[in-house]
């Protein structure tokens, strides 16, 4: 037979009898109230105990606290609290032995008080430590927070940072030794020796909420300067500190929180008590909040208020063994208790005068419009995201105060301020919706690529044929961007022309890859797609742009397309055999730079630039880029294999032998 009672958890808690085997006591009527306890009939089991002391001379301490146990779960707990005395009577009560008492009075003080449903031992929202707590004492509270505090000190940003990742968290906490990596995305954080690899505070966000909540970021300083002192042990001093912000923030709870804290130490308990009433008022759901109150009223002597206050805790916590522990302790001394009565209360998110802030603040310093993917610099300059990397492309220094971003170039780490973004898109939400409306259309202009293709006056180019480049040049830089930010990854390759710049033909182009090197240039594997003839010559941003119509060959059939057939097959045989007498050296240095010769195609005309082997073959014949060219215009293939064709019976005659 077991000696005790199970939990509706399943833990044993042992009560064993002081006198087992004392006449009146009978093993299977306790077997029958056991019974009772696992099938959730306390009463049941309750009235099993009584019966069974009743038949005792002295009563059993076992037996009493057992029957107690049962009536605090039944809910009678008034009947519990007699037994429980009884019990203590006979021997002093240990703190594990009113497990249940705290719990059914947390219980009642949970569902019927606060009106919170009853959760336990991680069945519900509860999540957190040992103790119940997070390092900083919060409990699961990071739902309060407002677009304006710090996720790892939980207050209003003091000197924003924004890191790499994008984040932005106050200075003094990013340099904790501790903070290792971005709370929200678990990006490593760029530190050297335990320090950040000098990011400075986001100039903009710093304004901004000096302009917005002016009171509040003046308390926060003289909070932050509280903190130092005391941790120099300079109290008296910090103390004065943390009496200058809670004149300007009396509602900050985090804030009264600390001071309660400094007065424990100082052993100003009343005061502490004080504080700590301010602010259980303030967030009367707030754990940590209730568990100071009860320390304080501990330190002061008052201890049935303090219990009521451990209950309370219990109750918000139920998991929180560190306060059931103290609640035991407390409750070993005969009490009266009286139900706590509190008022809900809903702390929401900071609010300011909507006139404070106006597009103004808000304005890129290069471009003087609305921010659009606002990223900020390791110096903490902030400008739209296509603004300064079109700056960096010419200068790898900041456009404002000239510090030089060559490392941050480097690592491209280009991430968008993101609580700039949200304070765009949640208070200047039309305004960012016009700004995007003229983003969008610049990259749909941008997009069309008939009307305005943008063109790289470089080299000659060809349908089907790799093309490497190696882009150093601001504006070219910039165009290989839009190209690619556009989605349509093509531009036009043309050659130079004294008189109008680059060349009326031209063939299109589609990136593949794109390779960055640190200072900002780039190698760009491209390959030919389709032939163009300029129709209007134009720039944009400093780099040259056509309106174009693509060139297609003419179709043959009938006698055309037979007579087109052999000579196709013709010159493809004499190019083969060109190609298969160069002498090896020549050969390999084709093969690395343009592959091998490519198959004959079944149907010649089956792409609108005609066979790819073709191509290659004017690619790599010892032509000037002007022969070239003209054969590029040609949108004839029969013309163009009979120009091929004498340039190879050229080519082979001036062969030395």
């Not at 003046?218 to 103390?239: M, P, Y």
């Not at 087109?564 to 690395?592: C, G, P």
Request: hydrophobic fraction near 35%; aromatic fraction near 8%; proline fraction near 4%.
């Amino acid at each position: 037979m077991e000696t005790g009672i199970r939990s509706h958890q399943g833990e044993l808690f042992v009560h064993p009898l002081t006198n087992p085997g004392a006449t009146g006591i009978c093993p299977e009527m306790l077997e029958v109230a056991e019974e009772a306890n696992r099938a959730g009939d306390f009463n049941l089991a309750a009235e099993i105990y009584s019966s069974q002391l009743a038949d005792l001379q002295q009563p059993d301490r076992g037996l009493c606290l057992r029957k107690a146990d049962c009536l605090c779960r039944a809910g009678r707990i008034s009947e519990a609290l007699d037994s429980y005395c009884t019990a203590a009577n006979l021997g002093k009560l240990r703190p594990e032995e009113l497990s249940f008492l705290v719990e059914t009075i947390a219980r009642t003080l949970c569902e019927k008080e606060l009106g919170i449903p009853w959760r336990l031992n991680g069945h519900g929202n509860s999540s957190s430590g040992e103790d119940g707590v997070g390092s900083d004492g919060e409990c699961g509270e990071d739902e309060t927070l407002d677009l304006f505090s710090c996720r790892l000190c939980k207050c209003l940003l003091h000197e924003p940072t924004t890191v790499e990742c994008g984040h932005t968290f106050c200075k003094r906490c990013l340099e904790n030794n501790s903070v290792k990596e971005c709370i929200h995305c678990k990006q490593q954080l760029n530190k050297k020796d335990g320090l950040l690899n000098d990011l400075r505070l986001n100039v903009v966000l710093s304004s901004l909420l000096d302009k917005l909540f002016a009171t509040e970021s003046k308390a926060r300083t003289f909070w932050i300067e509280g903190e130092v002192l005391w941790k120099k042990q300079n109290v008296s001093d910090a103390l004065e500190k943390y009496n200058a912000a809670v004149d300007l923030v009396p509602s900050s709870g985090r804030l009264l929180c600390q001071r309660a804290e400094l007065h424990m130490e100082m052993r100003n308990f009343s005061q502490a008590v004080q504080d700590a009433n301010s602010l259980c008022r303030i967030k009367p759901l707030w754990t940590k909040a209730h568990y100071l109150k009860a320390m304080a009223l501990s330190e002061a002597g008052r201890n049935d208020e303090a219990l009521q206050e451990y209950f309370v805790c219990v109750a918000l916590k139920p998991d929180w063994t560190k306060v059931k522990l103290e609640a035991q302790k407390v409750r070993e001394a005969p009490f009266e208790l009286e139900l706590l009565k509190t008022t809900d209360a809903v702390c929401g998110g900071r609010t300011f005068p909507a006139e404070l802030l106006d597009s103004g603040d808000m304005e890129c310093s290069l471009c003087m419009r609305l921010f659009y993917e606002p990223v900020a610099t390791p110096c903490g300059h902030t400008f739209c995201l296509k603004c300064l990397e079109r700056c960096l492309d010419h200068n790898s220094n900041c456009p404002l105060c000239k510090e030089n971003l060559s490392e941050y170039l480097a690592t491209r780490g280009y991430n968008k301020t993101l609580l700039m973004e949200e304070v765009l898109q949640r208070y200047l939400g039309d305004e960012l919706a016009e700004r995007k409306k003229i983003h969008e259309e610049e990259m749909k202009e941008l997009s069309n690529l008939n009307q305005e293709v943008p063109i790289f006056v470089c080299t000659m180019a060809f349908p089907t044929i790799p093309c490497p480049l190696h882009v150093f040049e601001p504006r070219y830089r910039l165009m290989i961007r839009r190209s690619m930010e556009t989605g349509t990854k093509q531009f036009g390759m043309c050659i130079a022309d004294e008189l109008k710049g680059f060349a009326d033909y031209g063939c299109m182009l589609e990136v593949r890859d794109v390779k960055f090197f640190p200072d900002g240039r780039s190698v760009v594997d491209t390959i030919g797609v389709s032939r163009f003839k300029v129709l209007s010559h134009g720039q944009r941003d400093g780099y040259n742009t056509a309106k174009i119509e693509y060139l297609e060959d003419q179709k043959m059939e009938g006698e055309a397309l037979e007579d087109l057939l052999k000579l196709h097959d013709s010159v493809y045989e004499q190019a083969n055999n060109w190609f298969t007498s160069l002498k090896d050296n020549m050969k390999s240095q084709i093969l690395s730079h343009f592959g091998h010769l490519p198959s004959k195609d079944p149907d010649p005309q089956g792409s609108p630039s005609g066979p790819a082997w073709y191509w290659w073959l004017l690619a790599v014949l010892p032509l000037e880029n002007r022969a070239q060219l003209t054969i590029l215009a040609m949108t004839s293939l029969k013309d163009r294999l009979i120009a091929i064709r004498r340039v190879l019976i050229f080519v082979t005659r001036k062969r030395p032998r």
